[in-house]
């Protein structure tokens, strides 16, 4: 069997990543806490169980990471046995595309980021998270 020989090829470098404009930051950071606060919130925390021996949310928050806007849910671990008392998942990820459009994606149980829709506007990707069941903390 003859060896195969190795070819060096040309690899184009990436396109930049679009930079998040401070505007839409903080305009995304803004509907989003309303989100949170109006329907997140009161939907998915429950009061801390009696006698607790499951996983259960404690909050839910957003925090930005480069072109990524996620939310995010830390839990606490009451049982015993737990590894760590608490621990933080993130649930929903809007991914900055462009002049003010967003990719959503949420993640799946494999931890593997899921893109769902892609271009949409800030409006949309916060309807899709308060109503979508892929969205659940």
């Not at 305009?27 to 925390?45: C, D, G, R």
């Not at 801390?48 to 404690?58: E, G, H, I, S």
């Not at 980021?113 to 409006?123: A, F, H, K, T, V």
């Amino acid at each position: 069997m003859a060896k195969r020989r190795k070819v060096w090829m040309y690899c184009p470098p990436k396109p930049p990543k679009a930079k998040v404009p401070d505007a839409v930051k903080a305009q995304v950071s803004a509907e989003a806490q309303e989100l949170i606060q109006k329907h997140l919130k009161p939907q998915h925390l429950k009061p801390q169980p009696k006698n607790a021996r499951f996983n259960y949310l404690t909050d839910i928050f957003t925090k930005w990471y480069q072109s990524f806007f996620y939310f995010c849910g830390p839990y606490a671990s009451p049982h015993p046995d737990a590894i760590f008392p608490n621990f933080e998942t993130r649930f929903a990820r809007m991914q900055y595309a462009d002049n003010g459009k967003f990719n959503l994606l949420y993640m799946r149980h494999t931890g593997q980021w899921r893109e769902i829709y892609s271009d949409l506007s800030m409006d949309e990707c916060l309807t899709a998270i308060r109503d979508e069941s892929h969205f659940l903390p």
